[in-house]
């Protein structure tokens, strides 16, 4: 097992981190969070999870420890894999999604793409007892859909400059994507930061 790398960034795309590890580039698979505090040519430190298949060898990178765990313990639940794993982790913090299965809060859950009610509610009893009591992580290091956390405009505009646009391509940007959000808002959701970034992309991609 890959416990983490470090090194220096060589390059950052909207899901993937290529960390530059003894002269090789490893590929790693992470949450808009975490890549927001990544910067191309500094060091930094990921988690890591190596997820094997038959056709393919993936690493998902993470802030730290605890986030990597909480990963792995999702996946122990039937039909969660490493995608949607990521996705909760790309929503909620560690500590977030650990009061949301001790108290039975469905809304928390379905706040992922690719969870409904009925999804919600079998999460909740397969993963009851297993993640554990809140550490206090989340406390350090908000994660995104959390109370605490920054906007998710923040949020957005830390991930785009992490990427390496100019703060004025960020700023249009967030604007192109803020009635989506407040629809988000609208509906009683919190904006879904991972689908906002990827719209953010598209639209800076075509602009360009």
Not at 111 to 129: H, N, T
Request: proline share 5%; glycine share 10%.
């Amino acid at each position: 097992m890959i416990a983490f790398v470090s090194g220096q960034v060589a390059a950052l795309a909207p899901t993937t981190a290529v960390i530059e590890v003894g002269g090789i580039g490893m590929a790693v698979q992470c949450t808009p969070g975490t890549l927001a505090e990544l910067r191309i040519g500094k060091e930094a430190k990921l988690a890591t999870s190596l997820v094997v298949r038959e056709d393919s060898l993936t690493l998902y990178g993470f802030a730290d420890d605890d986030e990597r765990q909480v990963f792995e313990l999702l996946q122990t639940a039937s039909g969660v894999g490493p995608r949607l794993a990521q996705a909760m982790l790309a929503v909620h913090a560690p500590d977030t999604l650990r009061i949301a299965v001790a108290s039975g809060d469905e809304k928390t859950l379905t706040a992922v793409p690719g969870i409904g009610k009925k999804g919600a509610q079998k999460l909740l009893l397969e993963l009851k007892d297993r993640l554990g009591d809140p550490v206090g992580a989340g406390a350090g290091r908000q994660g995104i859909g959390t109370a605490l956390s920054a906007s998710w405009s923040d949020q957005l505009h830390a991930a785009l400059i992490g990427l390496g646009y100019a703060t004025r391509e960020a700023d249009e940007a967030v604007t192109l994507v803020t009635p989506q959000a407040e629809a988000a808002v609208a509906a009683g959701d919190q904006p879904p930061v991972p689908q906002l970034l990827r719209a953010a992309l598209q639209s800076l991609n075509r602009t360009r």
